[in-house]
């Protein structure tokens, strides 16, 4: 700018001026000061937007440090991904204490797991600061810490959280409980912790992500709409995980379901192979249902009826092959061919997905039972495993090799083949709100 030329920008009332801040990158945001002197005040006018990833490494921690003691709050957003605390370090104890100090809406607060010799070392304690700025907070999320002792439940009170995520957190059920009692609006929970058994109360909650454990069990969660479970991984042996669920008067979205891991029991009734539907055995208000299933494993494909049948209301259905490349096995056409009317194909199921599908027979089995029974859907897309292109003549000619008429007259109404893969979100699943497919 030549000199004389008016400074336009510095002109800006500072309302503005703290709003054009609150858009920079940490760096550029924090050197304003040096502009002008009409510009030395306005970043620490404007609360502090903080994430760590923006930061060199060989300065992240140093840079944190002086962010955190200079501002003067109050903090929106911090996110602390990328760094790994060890014992006695002085920013264990600096940054939980300011952060508690300055009115923080947003954090992350993430201990890097250890790596190497390390890795098998208990996580640290968590900083008992940090369970004090809960008079502010409206998000948080813990990784790879231990929950202080109990003395500090005492601590915990966030009447302002809405959302809690924790994963590897070394706790106990009693910890998990103190922190829902202690959060009386809270609506989201992300709980990715090695727990053996979770009981959810709470009369805010209206959308929960679990990792699979010994036991999960819905007691009294009037609001609760959406319970997703995180998938085993391929070839891993999971064990089995009971869910149980009561007075389910609001759930509309639950997912992904394994039969080959999840036993399900509604209203006090387990539900079995040979389960009929009763009113102690159906979630009526279920819209948006997910399964999970190996379509060459018997003891798995006997179990899809009777799940279906608990569901008698959903219009979105989604089914995840679990099958290997190379399964083979005894096909279940006669299986399917004894199965009776579904209620919830029959009258109101109008799209579902396939997902991993990968044109073994036992697949084409089940497709040919929704056929029989779907009159009311307008959309099946099928969608092939990573790595894998599948084209609509793909599908096609695989149809056509079963010999069966109607069956290819059927698909060809309602059949859409997806070009790549889906890439599936658990926390975003867990997070959108709404009448939105989170499984798509």
């Given amino acids: 700018m030549d000199d004389g030329e008016d400074d336009l920008i510095s002109a800006l009332h500072d309302d503005l001026l703290c709003k054009i801040i609150s858009r920079l990158p940490l760096k550029d945001a924090a050197r304003t000061d040096a502009l002008a002197s009409r510009w030395r005040h306005l970043w620490r006018c404007v609360p502090l937007v903080l994430s760590d990833e923006h930061l060199s490494e060989p300065t992240r921690v140093a840079s944190v440090s002086r962010?955190?003691?200079?501002?003067?709050?109050?903090?929106d957003s911090v996110i602390l991904h990328h760094n790994r605390f060890v014992p006695l370090s002085p920013e264990l104890s600096e940054w939980p204490r300011l952060l508690a100090a300055k009115g923080i809406q947003r954090l992350a607060f993430v201990n890097q797991k250890p790596t190497g010799a390390q890795a098998l070392s208990p996580y640290l304690c968590l900083p008992a600061d940090i369970l004090r700025c809960g008079a502010s907070l409206e998000r948080l999320f813990l990784a790879c810490w231990t929950l202080p002792d109990p003395v500090f439940r005492s601590l915990v009170a966030f009447p302002r959280l809405r959302t809690l995520g924790m994963v590897n957190i070394t706790m106990t059920d009693q910890d998990l409980d103190s922190l829902l009692a202690a959060s009386p609006v809270l609506e989201i929970l992300l709980l990715s912790c090695p727990i053996n058994r979770f009981h959810l109360r709470s009369q805010s909650i209206r959308s929960v992500l679990a990792f699979p454990m010994e036991e999960f069990v819905?007691?009294?969660?009037?609001?609760?709409?959406?319970?997703?479970?995180?998938?085993r991984l391929p070839n891993v042996r999971a064990d089995p995980v009971m869910v149980k669920i009561s007075s389910p008067s609001k759930l509309r979205v639950l997912g992904y379901m394994e039969p080959m891991i999840h036993r399900l029991q509604i209203n006090g009734s387990?539900?079995?192979?040979?389960?009929?539907?009763?009113?102690?055995?159906?979630?009526?208000g279920l819209k948006i249902l997910a399964l999970k299933v190996n379509f060459c494993v018997?003891?798995?494909?006997?179990?899809?009826?009777?799940?279906?049948?608990?569901?008698?209301?959903?219009?979105?259905?989604?089914?995840?092959?679990?099958?290997?490349?190379?399964?083979?096995?005894?096909?279940?056409?006669?299986?399917?061919?004894?199965?009776?009317?579904?209620?919830c194909l029959r009258l109101h199921v109008k799209s579902m997905v396939f997902h991993n599908f990968q044109g073994h027979q036992n697949e084409f089995e089940f497709l040919k039972f929704v056929a029989r029974y779907a009159k009311v859907l307008n959309s099946l897309l099928l969608v092939p495993p990573k790595g894998k292109?599948?084209?609509?003549?793909?599908?096609?000619?695989?149809?056509d090799k079963l010999g069966c008429p109607w069956f290819r007259a059927w698909t060809s109404k309602v059949l859409l083949v997806s070009p790549e893969e889906n890439h599936w979100s658990p926390m975003t699943a867990c997070m959108v709100t709404g009448v939105n497919d989170p499984f798509c």
């Fill in 270 to 284: 387990i539900i079995k192979h040979d389960t009929m539907p009763s009113p102690s055995t159906v979630i009526p």
């Fill in 67 to 75: 962010i955190l003691a200079d501002h003067p709050g109050p903090f």
């Fill in 218 to 231: 819905v007691v009294e969660a009037p609001l609760l709409e959406r319970l997703i479970f995180l998938k």
């Fill in 298 to 343: 018997f003891g798995e494909v006997k179990m899809v009826p009777s799940l279906l049948r608990c569901f008698p209301n959903v219009f979105t259905l989604h089914f995840e092959s679990a099958l290997c490349e190379t399964a083979t096995g005894e096909h279940h056409g006669q299986f399917w061919q004894g199965v009776g009317p579904v209620e």
């Fill in 389 to 399: 292109v599948l084209s609509g003549d793909d599908v096609t000619q695989m149809i």
